[in-house]
C-alpha cells in the first residue's frame, strides 16, 4: 500500500532491516506504564473515511488496529516477533486443513463490542459478507481466494460467500474454505480490512460515523477538518497482551489541520505528542541535534522506486529500462530524501531483512550484492543498441518535495542517455491512481510501496505479476504493466512450494525477486526508514515492524 | 494682434495646443514615482534578459540541472553545494546558503544543488513573458469582446455578455487551477494552433483567458457611455458611417482606457502566475518562474529562507512598480480629466 492518503493495493508495515537509529525512546519499555491522560497526536490532514473495511491509508490502519481486531493479526510487540501471527478473536491458531483450503477458527467467548453487544460466529460471517457488499478495496487482491468470493465480485450486493465462510453457533466456530491453499491467508486477514464487526454495520462506507469494535479504544467523534477523539471502550477487557494490550492513555486526540513546520514545533515544544506525517527536510537536521532524545528513526519494509511502463515506447524495450537502472546514482537520490541515515541506496524488489530477501544488485558499477555506484557507460550503449535516443519521455511525480525532487533528478538522467524529458508533478491525491489506469500513458513515474504483510507475494505478486495488471483501471497497482507468463508461473510455483516446504518456498521466492529485478519493470531507488518526532513527555514508544507506532502502549506524564 | 477676432484666437490656440497624447506623457513624465517605478522595470526586465549571460560568464553552472553531488571552493575552503549534517544523529543535508560574491551560489543553492541567482534571473523572464503575453491575450479580447459588445447592442451585446458573466461568475483561481489541472497533462488545440503540456503557452493562454471579463465589462460600459456622447452624436447626425465611428471616435477613446489597464493586468498575471506555479500546476520543472523558485524554497524556509525571500521580494518590487505606473498612466491618460481624443 501507500504511505498516505491514495492506497491501492495493501498496507503498511515497518521493517527491522539494519540499524534503528534511536534516542533512548524503547529504553522507557521495560518502565511499569502509567494509564491516564490524553495523546495529543497531529497530521496535515485527515485520510478519509473511518470505515475499517474501506480505509486503506496506513495513517488510518494504525489507529484502527487499536479500535478493531480479527479472528487473527500480528503480534503487538517492538521487536521482529511482531511479523508473526497470533491468535485475536480466534482461541488459537488453526492448523490448515485440506491440504491447505480450511482453515477453522473457534471464537474467544466473552469478548463484547464497544456498543455492548456481544461478538458471535455471525458477526464474523456478515463482517467478510459486508467486505464484499460494499465493495471493499483489497476483496480482489487478498480475499479473493475464498469459495464464493468471484461470485461475491460480480455481485456484490447478494455476496453469502456460501460455503466459503460457515458458522457453527453452538461449537463457536468459522470455517473458511479456500478455492487453493494459500499460505498467507492467516496474514491477509489479519489486517484491519478484515476486521469483525458487528452483524448491524451498515451496508456502506459509513464515512465519518463510527462503528463499534472490539479494541481497547472506540472512536468518540470524527470531523475530518479538525479532529478525531478516542476514548477507552467500556466493555474491553485484555484478553490476550500479545493480540490485543490494553492501552495506557485514557484519551487519543488527532488533529488536523496543522503544516508540518507548525506540527514540528508543537511536538519540540511539547503542545503535541507525535505528528504523523514526515517531519520537513529543512527541519531533520535540527531534529538530528536539538531535538535527538526525541526522534527516532526505523527502516521500513518499503521502496521508493519508478515503474516505467513495459507497454509503452522506449520502455517497452528492457535495455531502454536497464540503462535508466543503470544510470541511476542511487546515493544521490538517497541524498533528496534526507541522507543515508533516511534511506539506503537499492535495486532489487524485495527489501532487506524481508523473507526470501537475498542481496541483488545487477545494475551497478560492480554487479554484486550492494549498489555502489551508477554505470553511465553502459548505461549509455544499452541506449544507443535500443535506437530510442531523441524520444520524449514524461515523467509523473507526485506534487511533494520528495517526489518532485525525484522526478527533477530522473529529468536530468533521461536527457543525459538522449531522452527529451518532462516532469510533471500532479496532485498527491490522484497522481496513484492516474499512473494505474493505462488510459493515461504514462510512460515513467515516481511512486512508493509498503507492505501489507510480510511475504514476497505482497511485494512480488502484487506488484508484478499478470493477475494485476487491469489495462484501462485506476486500480492496476501493477503500475509497469508487466506481464511475464514465466515468470507467473514461478510465483505460483514459489507459493505453492511454500505450503509443504517453506525453505524451498523461500528460495523460489528469491530467485522470483531475481527474475522480476532483471527484467527491470521498475528502477529501484532506495529502501526508505521511518522518522518519527515524539514529545518529552511521551514514554514508551514501541514501533513494531507491522504497525509502526503502537500508540496504546505509550503513556504522557 | 489686437485685432484679432474672438473666432481667429480660438484657431490660433488651438492650433498652438499639444495633442492629447502629448499632454498625457509631459503629465507621466512630471509624475517622479511613476517614472523611478518605470525604470525599476526596466531595470528588473534587462537583468532577467542577461540570465543566460550570469549562468555563462558568473555563476558559471546550469541552473536547470541538478548538482547533488557538487562542490565549490568558497575562500579556499572546498564545501559540497549539498551539506550533510554530521552532527547528532546525521539526518539531512542543507543546502549551500549565499556567498553574497558576485559568482557562483551568490544567493546560495536550492534542494537539487542549483544556483538560485540563475534561476531567479531565469524565472524572472517567465514570469514577466507568462505575464506580458498574457496581458496582450487579454487586452486584445477584452478589448474586441467590449467594444463589439458595447456598440452593436442588441442581441451580440446579450450574447457576449452572458457569457462574460459565465466566466466572471468563476472564481478566478478556481477556474485558472480547473483549466491547468486539466490541460497540464494534454495538449490544447486551438484551429492550427496547438499548445503542448509543459509549454510556457499553457499558463499564457489560461491567465489570458481569465481576466478578459475583467476587463471587457468596463470596456463594454466605457463604450456604451462613449455612444451617448455628444461628438458621437454629432457624427451620427453628419451622416458618418457606423464603421467610421467605431474607429474614428470610439476606439481611440477606448484605447487610453486599455493603456490604464495594462500595469495593473501586467500585476495581475503576475501574481496568478506565480500562485499557478506554486501549485505546481503553471512553469513546469525544470523551468523557472518567481512562483516555482518560491515553491522550491518552501521547504528550505527554516534553513535556507533567502530562496523563498528572493523571488519573493522580485514579485513584490514588480508588483508594486506596476501599481504605481498604473497610478500614473491613469493620471495621465484618464478620460474624465483634461484628456479627450476626437
Not at chain 1, 494490550?245 to 487519543?252: E, Q, T
Not at chain 1, 483501471?473 to 507468463?485: E, L, T, Y
Request: glycine share 8%; aromatic share 10%.
Amino acid at each position: 500500500m501507500r504511505s498516505r492518503k491514495v492506497f491501492s493495493a495493501m498496507m503498511a508495515g515497518a521493517g527491522l532491516a539494519g540499524l534503528t537509529l534511536m534516542a533512548p525512546l524503547t529504553g522507557a519499555a521495560a518502565q511499569e506504564g502509567k494509564a491516564g491522560g490524553t495523546l495529543k497526536l497531529l497530521a496535515n490532514a485527515a485520510a478519509g473515511t473511518i470505515d475499517p473495511h474501506i480505509n486503506y491509508t496506513l495513517q488510518y490502519f494504525q489507529i484502527n488496529y487499536i479500535l478493531y481486531d480479527g479472528l487473527v493479526t500480528f503480534r503487538k510487540t517492538g521487536d521482529k516477533t511482531g511479523f508473526e501471527v497470533v491468535a485475536d478473536l480466534a482461541e488459537s491458531l488453526p492448523k490448515p486443513d485440506d491440504g491447505g483450503k480450511k482453515y477453522v477458527f473457534t471464537l474467544r467467548k466473552g469478548i463484547k463490542f464497544s456498543d455492548g453487544s456481544d461478538l458471535t460466529t455471525a458477526d464474523v460471517v456478515a463482517s467478510f459478507q459486508r467486505m464484499f457488499k460494499i465493495s471493499g478495496p483489497t476483496t480482489g487482491t487478498l480475499y479473493n481466494g475464498i469459495v464464493g468470493a468471484d461470485k461475491c465480485l460480480k455481485t456484490p450486493a447478494t455476496c453469502t460467500l456460501e460455503g466459503g465462510v460457515v458458522a457453527d453457533e453452538a461449537a463457536g466456530t468459522v470455517t473458511f474454505n479456500l478455492v487453493a491453499p494459500d499460505p498467507d491467508f492467516l496474514q491477509k486477514i489479519s489486517i484491519p480490512h478484515a476486521a469483525i464487526l458487528p452483524a448491524e454495520a451498515p451496508l456502506k462506507d459509513t464515512g465519518t460515523v463510527p462503528i463499534a469494535g472490539t479494541g481497547p479504544y472506540m472512536i468518540a467523534s470524527y470531523d475530518p477538518n479538525s479532529l478525531l477523539k478516542m476514548v477507552r471502550n467500556p466493555h474491553f477487557k485484555e484478553w490476550s497482551k500479545e493480540a490485543q494490550p490494553a492501552g495506557y492513555p485514557d484519551g487519543i486526540d488527532y488533529g488536523f489541520g496543522l503544516n508540518d513546520e507548525a506540527a514540528v514545533t508543537a511536538v519540540e515544544n511539547g503542545q503535541a505528542d507525535w505528528m504523523f506525517d514526515p517531519p520537513p527536510a529543512d527541519r531533520l537536521a535540527e531534529l538530528g541535534t536539538k531535538y535527538a532524545k526525541q526522534v527516532s528513526v526505523h527502516p521500513l519494509t518499503a521502496m521508493w522506486y519508478a515503474p516505467m511502463n513495459t507497454n509503452l515506447a522506449p520502455f517497452n524495450d528492457i535495455r531502454v529500462r536497464q540503462a535508466v537502472n543503470y544510470a541511476i546514482d542511487r546515493a544521490a537520490v538517497v541524498k533528496l530524501f534526507g541522507g543515508s541515515n533516511l534511506a539506503q541506496p537499492s535495486c532489487q524488489i524485495l527489501p532487506p531483512d524481508f523473507p526470501s530477501y537475498a542481496p541483488y544488485c545487477p545494475f551497478t558499477a560492480n554487479p554484486g550484492e550492494k549498489w555502489s555506484a551508477p554505470d553511465l557507460e553502459k548505461a549509455k550503449a544499452l541506449v544507443a543498441a535500443s535506437g530510442t535516443a531523441g524520444q520524449e519521455v514524461t515523467i509523473i511525480t507526485e506534487d511533494t518535495e520528495v517526489s518532485k525532487s525525484i522526478g527533477i533528478y530522473l529529468q536530468d538522467v533521461l536527457n543525459g542517455l538522449g531522452y527529451k524529458t518532462s516532469v510533471k508533478p500532479i496532485s498527491q491525491n490522484i497522481q496513484f491512481t492516474y499512473i494505474q489506469n493505462t488510459n493515461n500513458k504514462v510512460q515513467i513515474s515516481v511512486s512508493q510501496w509498503f507492505q501489507d504483510y510480510p511475504k514476497p507475494s505482497n511485494f512480488l505478486q502484487v506488484l508484478f505479476s499478470c493477475a494485476s495488471f487491469n489495462p484501462g483501471s485506476d486500480a492496476s497497482v501493477n503500475i509497469s504493466g508487466f506481464c511475464d507468463k514465466a515468470i507467473d508461473q514461478k510465483m505460483v510455483e514459489a507459493q505453492t512450494a511454500t505450503i509443504a516446504d517453506p525453505a524451498k518456498g523461500a528460495e523460489l521466492w528469491t530467485a522470483v525477486d531475481k527474475a522480476v529485478t532483471d527484467a527491470a519493470p521498475v528502477a529501484v531507488l532506495f529502501t526508505p526508514k521511518r522518522i518519527d518526532l515524539i514529545s518529552p513527555r511521551l514514554k514508551n514508544f514501541v514501533f513494531s515492524p507491522q504497525f509502526y507506532w503502537i500508540m496504546s502502549q505509550s503513556w504522557v506524564e | 494682434m489686437d485685432n484679432l477676432s474672438a473666432g481667429q484666437a480660438l484657431v490660433r490656440s488651438h492650433r498652438g495646443a499639444e495633442g492629447p497624447w502629448r499632454t498625457a506623457w509631459r503629465k507621466l513624465r512630471a509624475d517622479r514615482a511613476a517614472i523611478m517605478a518605470f525604470g525599476v522595470l526596466v531595470l528588473i526586465t534587462a537583468a532577467s534578459l542577461a540570465a543566460p549571460l550570469y549562468a555563462r560568464h558568473v555563476s558559471g553552472t546550469d541552473p536547470f540541472a541538478t548538482n547533488l553531488n557538487g562542490e565549490i571552493v568558497i575562500h579556499g575552503e572546498t564545501r559540497q553545494v549539498l551539506e550533510p549534517s554530521t552532527e547528532g544523529l546525521g539526518l539531512g543535508f542543507t543546502p549551500l546558503g549565499p556567498t553574497w560574491d558576485f559568482g557562483p551560489y551568490m544567493l546560495g543553492a536550492d534542494n537539487q544543488g542549483r544556483d538560485v541567482a540563475a534561476r531567479l534571473l531565469y524565472g524572472g523572464r517567465n514570469s514577466l513573458l507568462i505575464a506580458g503575453a498574457a496581458a496582450l491575450i487579454c487586452l486584445g479580447l477584452a478589448t474586441l469582446l467590449g467594444v463589439v459588445s458595447g456598440f452593436f447592442g442588441g442581441l451580440v451585446d446579450t450574447l457576449l455578455s452572458r457569457i462574460l458573466d459565465v466566466l466572471w461568475a468563476f472564481p478566478i483561481f478556481l477556474l485558472a487551477i480547473s483549466l491547468s489541472i486539466v490541460l497540464i497533462t494534454q495538449s490544447i488545440t486551438i484551429g492550427p494552433i496547438e499548445i503542448r503540456s509543459g509549454s510556457l503557452w499553457l499558463p499564457i493562454f489560461i491567465i489570458g483567458i481569465v481576466y478578459v471579463p475583467y476587463v471587457a465589462r468596463p470596456i463594454r460600459g466605457h463604450v456604451l457611455s462613449l455612444m451617448q456622447a455628444e461628438f458621437v452624436t454629432a457624427a451620427i447626425g453628419i451622416g458618418a458611417s457606423p464603421w467610421r465611428i467605431l474607429l474614428y471616435d470610439i476606439l481611440p477613446n477606448v484605447i487610453t482606457r486599455v493603456i490604464v489597464f495594462v500595469p495593473l493586468i501586467l500585476a495581475l498575471n503576475m501574481m496568478t502566475e506565480s500562485s499557478l506555479s506554486f501549485l505546481s500546476i503553471g512553469v513546469q520543472p525544470p523551468d523557472a518562474s518567481w512562483g516555482t523558485i518560491i515553491q522550491d524554497g518552501q521547504g528550505l524556509l527554516y534553513s535556507r529562507p533567502i530562496v523563498a525571500l528572493a523571488p519573493g521580494l522580485a514579485i513584490v518590487i514588480c508588483v508594486l512598480a506596476l501599481n504605481i505606473l498604473g497610478d500614473g498612466v491613469r493620471d495621465a491618460l484618464d478620460p474624465k480629466s483634461s484628456i479627450r481624443v476626437a
